[in-house]
């Protein structure tokens, strides 16, 4: 398979983590979307360090608007890459459209208490998204969230195992 694979969940999920082993199984680059936003909101004028910055200086609309951007530029050339996207992709139905036109996507579903314990032992600083505590929203973002997942996985897989297991898992899915 030549199309590129990207890989959704929430948060913690472990999409860059399984992301970097999968693209090292199938010797293929690797693009975190994160990183894509950050790069596509500097060239307009932002001055953030992080995605998560971006985030909490600019505001979430802003933020899914650099990040729809920087979506459809790493999967319009339809390369052969592994894309660990960012958790909130599939709010926006024109990100949905893309992933499905253009990528093999995996949904790594984690469960909330894992997520949550991830969460608030990951030392990069991550701004609540509905302006409540980051750890205790994952339940109301995920319910609001899950049914894209759902909808958009070509793969389900249950996140909570390390990263060689998952991108195994996704190597043998692919054949």
């Not at 958009?152 to 060689?164: T, Y």
Request: with cysteine.
């Amino acid at each position: 398979m030549r199309r590129p694979i990207a890989l959704l969940g929430m948060r913690c999920a472990g999409k860059t983590t399984v992301g970097r082993e999968l693209a090292r199984r199938l010797r293929r680059p690797f693009v975190d979307l994160d990183d894509e936003t950050l790069r596509m909101a500097r060239w307009q004028g932002s001055r953030a360090k992080s995605a998560g910055e971006l985030l909490a200086s600019a505001g979430a609309l802003a933020f899914r608007g650099f990040e729809a951007q920087a979506l459809r530029r790493v999967l319009e050339p339809s390369l052969a890459i592994v894309l660990a996207t960012g958790g909130g992709v599939v709010e926006r139905s024109d990100n949905r459209g893309w992933l499905t036109r253009a990528a093999f996507r995996v949904w790594l579903d984690v469960p909330v208490d894992v997520l949550a314990a991830r969460l608030a032992a990951d030392p990069t600083p991550r701004p609540p998204l509905t302006g409540a505590d980051a750890v205790d929203e994952i339940a109301r973002v995920l319910a609001r969230r899950a049914p894209h997942y759902r909808t958009l996985a070509d793969l389900i897989l249950p996140g909570d195992d390390d990263a060689g297991t998952l991108a195994g898992r996704i190597v043998a899915a692919l054949d």
